[in-house]
């Protein structure tokens, strides 16, 4: 059966390994991200509120006439850093991640929304949420304001879908060894009170592998999860 697949931020981490992960075999794979990380790749910065039409521009332009079996957009772009108080990280990086974590998604869910309504295959919209949305972390002011916000965006989304409409989730993965995990140990204490207990979860072997939570998100396609759910991967197992 034929799929159409986007992913944000497949170029590393959870994001390529979902793409290398993709349960239909003659399934479409976009990489939408800076680098590159699948043979089909739409550059665009997401931090960059002018790269946001280009994304909008590519679901309209492919899924105009799409005539297969399902459409899915993966939202997995996001960013910790910078990590420190809010009022003294870099004021341009820290909008940056604003605009990444919080604004995006939004935007660019919408888009794909908009893009996907008059289809009548399967559609899935899937959000990468965190722990994170749901505990305080000092240092992690935008990160965690971003995952709250992807949570409760998602909530309402899901409300506003009719029954044969986009199937809208957000998914927590639980603590991924990724480049993400490297960046937060790598932060001093000063800048990160909570880092002491990530240098715990590596150094204990807690760390999920970005390949177990891509199954695991993958795996969530075929479960008949209320619209606009939000699931943390660790209380399936």
Not at 118 to 131: A, D, F, T, Y
Request: charged share 20%; proline share 5%.
């Amino acid at each position: 059966m034929s799929a159409l697949v986007w992913i944000s931020g497949a170029s590393a981490g959870i994001g390529a390994a979902l793409a290398a992960a993709v349960p239909f075999p003659d399934a479409r794979v976009i990489d939408i991200s800076r680098r590159g990380g699948t043979a089909e790749h739409l550059r665009a910065d997401l931090a960059d509120p002018a790269d946001w039409p280009l994304v909008e521009q590519q679901f309209t332009k492919e899924l105009a006439e799409y005539d297969g079996d399902r459409a899915i957009f993966i939202h997995n772009a996001g960013a910790v850093t910078p990590i420190g108080p809010a009022a003294g990280v870099d004021p341009t990086a820290y909008t940056r991640a604003a605009l990444l974590n919080s604004a995006a998604p939004q935007v660019l869910g919408a888009a794909f929304l908009r893009a996907s309504a008059h289809l009548k295959c399967e559609r899935h919209l899937v959000m990468l949420s965190s722990g994170a949305a749901k505990t305080a972390y000092a240092g992690w002011s935008s990160y965690n304001a971003g995952k709250a916000a992807v949570d409760h965006w998602v909530r309402t989304v899901g409300q506003e879908q009719p029954a044969d409409g986009c199937r809208v989730i957000a998914v927590a993965p639980g603590v991924v060894d990724t480049a993400m995990q490297s960046e937060i140990r790598a932060t001093a204490e000063s800048d990160f009170p909570s880092v002491a207990r990530f240098h715990d979860l590596k150094r204990t072997g807690a760390l999920t592998t970005p390949e177990s939570a891509a199954t695991g998100i993958w795996s969530l396609l075929t479960q008949d999860l209320p619209n606009g759910s939000r699931v943390d991967l660790r209380d399936l197992t």
